[in-house]
Structure formats: C-alpha cells, structure tokens
C-alpha cells in the first residue's frame, strides 16, 4: 500500500507526521484500518494501542457509541445545508459557556485556519500587519513562512513574523522594543514542553496590553486536553482570542476562533472568515456530544489519571536506569512524553528511532509525545510502561555501544517538520 500511495499522493499521506518518515523501521503500521475505543487495527489486522490518537483529535475514544449515535443521527437529516442551523448556535452557546475568553466563535475546520483567522482579525483590529510567534500554527504563510520550511512565501510574507521563546519573556520584550507599534498580535502555545515559569503567561498578556497587540492562545492542542476550557482554564490567563480543533470533535473535522466579541464582530464588517463549510452538520452534532461527554465529572480526572501514571511512571524508570541525563519529559501530562537529548554519536532521533521500534513492536503506537482518551485504560498504560521499561534498555545498549546500527531496523525517523 506504501508503494502505491507513493505513487499518487506526496509522501504517501495527508499529513507529514503521519507519513512514513515519522516512524522507523519495518514494524511500523503505515495504514490503518479501524479503532475502537483506544485500539487501532492496521489493514494487516495487527493491533495497536494508540497513543497517537490522531494527532490529538480522539479525546473520547474510537467508534464510540454515543458519538456515533449522534452523527448518525444528524446524517439522516442532512451534511450541509443552504443555510445556517441551529446546531452552529447551540454549539457556539456552549463554548461561549466554557471556554474562559469566549464571547463568539466563528466555526472552520483545520487548526490552521482557526489561527490564521485570528491573525486576520487582529491584523484588522490593530490596523498593523506583524505577529509574533511562539510554537506550531499550522501551515498558512504567515507562520510557516516564519520557518525552515518557508520556500513557496513571498519573502515579503516571511518578513512580517518573528519568533520568541517560550518561557523567556526578554525574547518578546526585545522584539517589542525591535519594532515599536508594529505587531498586530502574539500568538502563542500557551502550553508547551515546560510548564510556564515564573508567570510567564501573564507577563505575555501584560505586554500585548502594554504595546497594544492582541495575545491570541493557539489552544489547538491544549483545548479539551488539558482541561475543558484550554490551558486558560488550566492557567488561569484569558486572552483576547483563542483557536481551538483538534479534540473538539473526537476525530471530526472542526475547529474555530473564540474570543472577544468587539473583535470576533469585525466579521460582520467583511473582515473575511467564510467557509463553505463551516456549518458542516455531522461535525457539529460530533462535537455537540463529545464536549457532553467530556463535560461529565470524571472525565477530565480520568485522562489526568491514566496520563500522570504514564509519565511518573515513565520518568521513575528512566532515573532507575540513570538516563536522567539524557533523557526527559515534555509537557502536561495530558500531552506528554519522553524527549531525548544526543549522547555521544547519536542523534535524539536515532534515540528516538530505537524507543519507538521497541514500542511499535510490542504493539504501543506512539511519536514519543502521548495523547490520552476517556477509553485509554489503566491496563493499557501498563502494557505503555512494560514496553517504555525494554525500550529504554535498548536506548542503554545503544548508548554503550555509541551506534544505532544492529538495533533498529530499516530506516532511522527522518521528519521534515520538527516541533523542538
Ligand atoms: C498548536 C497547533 N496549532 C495549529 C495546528 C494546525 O492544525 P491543523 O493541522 O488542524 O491545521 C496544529 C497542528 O498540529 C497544532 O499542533
């Protein structure tokens, strides 16, 4: 199958780190099949327990019933529609109610355009035309123009984003002072691999405020995965715009900026946020029960549960082995994982290469940063620790050994977009 989708879709996939370069080796699933609850099946009928969870989306569980109930449900009335439906005004109450800087929501359906249209609208409410960036925001001009991957932008694009630093507030501060007046907007990850030091959030919205930019949260990943309304709920620091996507829908395709309502208004004023499909129904009616759902009492508790056990768990066995050098965690324990530094002659992705095959063979399919569902189970975060327990053995044998070569089989990982 790798071989014919080679043939007719660039690198064999939708998506760059769901390609084949994102896993190593000849254990690797390249197409999948079906899930259920947190399993996948790949087309070869082999079974995973998935801690990818579709790049985040899967926050309930595959094939569950009452999501399933209401697609379905939706599907028999209609896709899309001439116009709007009640269901894009009973959704948007909803995270008008939960997410803390939510006044309106303009729905659309990728990460992406959920962070480029807050860009554009803080772009027109400033009147000025720079950003600064802090992390991933998909793959519009104005970010990746900002990154090693910017051939395709018009260098006059590129030039009007900057980057800072997470957690070094004097990297923003500079590009304040750099050029005064000039940026429209902060967009940042408001959670990353450290958790913010130091308040280092508030002191990001303290100088939007100062300078006259809007802060924009890029919740894409931290929405309903940290917490029901975002790291700003986790934080405590709203800012005037947010995009969400990912975990909204359980896997569906829908995403969207919230915010303020004097500027989430400017679209009444042709400030152009307009999708065809931005009403999509059976997206809608997904996300309906999935926050329902992921509402309910032990919901959130239960995803913190399975996933701190993961990561201490994770973390005690890498000290007993004493790769604490080497070798640590990124992020919330929501979304977590082992990151590796280079020893000797490897590289982090060959360090990477060998965890993941020793994973991906003891049926564990993970990028080496986890995601958790309501359906992930204690007994699979076990099976997650024993398989983490051989593969940082190998990581010491190859350590020793200073190669990878004789450990991991086929190709090493070789990314073409990497987040750190
Ligand atoms: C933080 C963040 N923002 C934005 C995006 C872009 O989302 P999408 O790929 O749905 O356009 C991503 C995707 O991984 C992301 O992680």
Redesign the pocket.
Known sequence: MLRRALKVTPVGSQTYSKSASYLSGPHTPYFMDHGRGSHVWDIDGNEYIDFILG?GPVTVGYDNPEVNEAISRQLKKGITFSQATSLEVELAEKLVDIIPCAEMVRFVK????A?TAAVRLSRAYTGRDMVAVC?????HDWYIGSTVLNRGVPKSVQNLTKTFDYNDISSLEKLFGKYPGKFAAVIL?PTQGDPPKDNFLGKVKSLCRKNGAVLIF?E??SGFRVALGGAQEYYKVTPDLA?I??GMGNGLPI?AVAGKKDILKLIEDGIFISTTFGGEALSLAGSMKTIEILERPGSFPHIWKVSSKLADGSMNLVKSKGLGDIISMFGLPPHSGLIFKSAGKLASLDLLAVYQQKLLMSGILTVGINNFCLATTMKDVDMHLDAVDQALDDIRVAIERDSIRGIVEGKRITPIFKRN
């Open positions: 790049l990728n990460g992406g355009d962070t992390g991933y925001h998909g793959m990850e890029d894409v990943v995009a996507g990912k995403s």
